[in-house]
């Protein structure tokens, strides 16, 4: 009987990886940044099997993310 192991696909282990932040103690935006992060690889990369995630599948995405990618706002202090 050939078993295979059990598939662990991106948006898991991105689940697995903010529980184990917060339990770390990292703070709520730190948490919430990581969070905003990761559904945006989600996105562009689609939910897949963790261990089928190239250096190339991320080289692309920085490209994405230096060429293409137009943040919705400003993270920071805005007052002047």
Same mark, same amino acid.
């Given at each position: 009987?050939? +078993? +295979?192991?059990?598939?662990?696909?991106?948006?898991?282990?991105?689940?697995?990886?903010?529980?184990?932040?917060?339990? $770390?103690?990292? &703070?709520? +935006?730190? @948490?919430?940044?990581?969070?905003? =992060?990761?559904?945006?690889?989600?996105?562009?990369? $689609? =939910? @897949?099997?963790?261990?089928?995630? &190239?250096?190339?599948?991320?080289?692309?995405?920085?490209?994405?993310?230096?060429? =293409?990618?137009?943040?919705? +706002?400003?993270?920071?202090?805005?007052?002047?």
């Amino acid at each position: 009987m050939n +078993r +295979r192991p059990p598939v662990l696909v991106i948006s898991k282990a991105v689940v697995g990886f903010l529980q184990y932040k917060q339990a $770390e103690g990292s &703070s709520l +935006r730190t @948490v919430a940044s990581y969070s905003s =992060d990761l559904k945006l690889w989600l996105v562009f990369q $689609e =939910d @897949v099997d963790v261990n089928k995630v &190239s250096t190339q599948n991320i080289r692309q995405y920085l490209t994405f993310l230096l060429n =293409d990618y137009v943040p919705r +706002r400003i993270t920071g202090n805005n007052h002047f």
